[in-house]
């Protein structure tokens, strides 16, 4: 019994979705909305299969997936050692400080016209946006990580004869690590929503050209699929990270607490 009943408790976060989607699907049966704006989830389910056959959705799907990692690459490989920079070197900090707190408030969405000037409406323009609107939190996360790290650590290895270059990479940087990947983290969905954000704006490709394509001609189901499609990308993204995160940080107290 108490196996069956641990087995039922581990769908637990699935049932709220379970909830709504029933409620949902009757709402629409009911015509206490109105079916045409709002497609129960059985139709949607049929018009999925459909566009799933004929691979449309595949590759928007597709497309949306490549600029959003492909701008959070891009924005791991420039912030991290940036955020460790400003940590470690002061005329960097002195440098950088004041542009990281200016930029960060600013919606990155708005610079859109900018980048489209300067790069064009193909791919270029979307990854160096989204890469940019990522960058500020993966740079204040690596910065912080790294400058709180724990001062009798780096005072022991030094003691112990441990070299600058050796101290970054094997004692600082390893400690910081939870840090960053927290940051890292933080921005995968951020990654999503611009990709998405800027495809609207720009048509051709992906899941969000083919929600604004879909709702010019009013085809709710096609742009409901796309919000959903969207939503199971970056679910599964940020899933597959916290497998990643785990693996990682094997060393570390915040795995071996885990349950």
């Avoid at 919606?107 to 270029?124: M, S, Y």
């Avoid at 005072?155 to 940051?183: D, Q």
Wanted: glycine share 6%; proline share 6%; hydrophobic share 60%.
């Amino acid at each position: 019994m108490s196996t069956r009943w641990n087995a039922i408790l581990s769908w637990r976060p699935a049932y709220s979705v379970l909830i709504l989607l029933l409620a949902w699907e009757a709402a629409s049966r009911l015509a206490l909305v109105n079916p045409y704006f709002l497609p129960p989830p059985s139709i949607l389910i049929q018009r999925a299969h459909h566009v799933l056959l004929d691979g449309s959705l595949l590759k928007h799907m597709a497309a949306t997936l490549w600029r959003a990692l492909a701008a959070l690459a891009l924005c791991v490989v420039v912030s991290v050692p940036l955020g460790v920079a400003m940590a470690r070197i002061r005329v960097v900090h002195w440098f950088f400080d004041p542009l990281i707190s200016l930029g960060f408030p600013v919606p990155k969405v708005a610079l859109w016209p900018i980048f489209v000037l300067w790069f064009g409406f193909h791919d270029q323009s979307k990854v160096l946006l989204t890469a940019l609107a990522c960058a500020f939190p993966v740079v204040s996360a690596t910065h912080l990580g790294t400058q709180n790290v724990d001062k009798f650590v780096v005072w022991s290895a030094l003691n112990l004869g441990t070299g600058p270059h050796r101290l970054l990479w094997k004692v600082v940087f390893r400690a910081a690590v939870p840090e960053i990947l927290t940051g890292i983290q933080t921005v995968l969905p951020i990654a999503f929503i611009v990709v998405v954000l800027t495809e609207m704006l720009s048509g051709g490709v992906g899941l969000g050209a083919m929600i604004m394509y879909a709702g010019r001609f009013a085809d709710m189901q096609t742009v409901l699929i796309g919000v959903i499609a969207a939503s199971l990308l970056g679910f599964g993204a940020i899933k597959l990270f916290e497998m990643m995160r785990y693996r990682l940080l094997i060393w570390h107290q915040e795995t071996s607490a885990a349950p």
